[in-house]
């Protein structure tokens, strides 16, 4: 996804507004922020052969069963003695920062996705859901990185800068989700299929990572001579100092959730307002030893991580 500047962004603010980090190692925030990342990294599965079967498994976290995997992983992370609880930890918090931000921002993000595909603008079609969604998150990308640190993709590197965490941690971490997954959706996925996934997100953003613009240029030109639109181009960071751009929402025009078709005029940074605030306010249910069924449901409300409810 594009948009892991801006959910590493959140977890970092959420540290400096909250002020608990004193103590950690550096293992635990690592696994904090890369927690921030969420099921995301799963994604890129699909560049190791071997995981062909297991493609599916980030869209399924995402999709489905918020509240039930919420309670797997925080048993299998009780399970953990020691440092490794710690760290375990770590990550779970990070992991509902970055499902508090995705549930909280996404609806905002279909609700343009749907205008501009159905709009009848010139080359755009219903086809082009996913280069949408990719251009408009990278461009929130673009925005928090320019407004919040002042730098550009030039002097800020995402697959260096992000999803920093040493293969020991990613080792944990893999095993809490092989136990989590198989508990909520009875899938039994390799050992290694996060700690790859992993490695595969880091390679993927070294490829895509193109200040200049000249790889982008390049691949995008051979992928249009494929396809319609080029995916590389639109998830592929610009060197823009974007103090704001266009789908922000700073002048509040109104958008429809499209799960509940209710009117909201938010804008991006409101959002991501609402989602630290709710980050904050679930803190003592989410700090508890272990999460029940009915604190990760007060947690999660049924949605799931796109702001649609799956749980009635
Ligand atoms: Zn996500």
Partial sequence: MPSLI????????????????????????????????????????????????YTGIGSLLHAQKPTGFLVAFSHAC????????????????????HYLLDRTVHPFVYSQENTFCSAGIEGLTEDDHSEVHATIEREFDEMVCYQK????????????????????????????????????????????????????????????????????KALAYLEKCMRNHSFYASMSHLAIPRTTCD???????????????????????????????????????????????DEARVITQGLNFSGEEVEV
């Fill in 78 to 97: 009780k399970k953990q003695s020691g440092t490794n609880h710690l760290i375990a930890e770590a990550y779970l918090h990070g992991f509902l920062g």
């Fill in 149 to 216: 640190y002042g730098l550009t993709v030039k002097e800020f590197r995402p697959h260096q800068d992000i999803l920093r965490a040493s293969d020991t941690v990613l080792r944990l971490i893999s095993r809490i989700y092989i136990e989590a997954i198989f508990q909520t959706y009875h899938r039994v996925v390799p050992y290694d299929l996060f700690e790859k996934s992993v490695h595969n997100f880091r390679l993927v953003q070294r490829l895509f990572y193109s200040p200049q613009g000249i790889k982008r």
């Fill in 247 to 293: 789908f922000a929402n700073d002048d509040h025009q109104s958008w429809v959730n499209p799960f509940t078709n209710e009117c909201h005029n938010e804008s991006f940074w409101d959002l991501f307002e609402q989602a630290q605030e709710s980050a904050k306010e679930l803190k003592p249910l989410y700090s508890l030893p272990e999460i029940t069924p």
């Fill in 6 to 53: 801006t959910h590493d962004y959140f977890g970092r603010e959420f540290l400096s507004r909250n002020q608990e980090t004193s103590q950690w190692s550096a293992d635990q925030k690592d696994a904090y922020l890369l927690g921030n990342q969420g099921p995301d990294p799963f994604f890129y599965a699909i560049i190791t052969p071997r995981f062909y079967h």
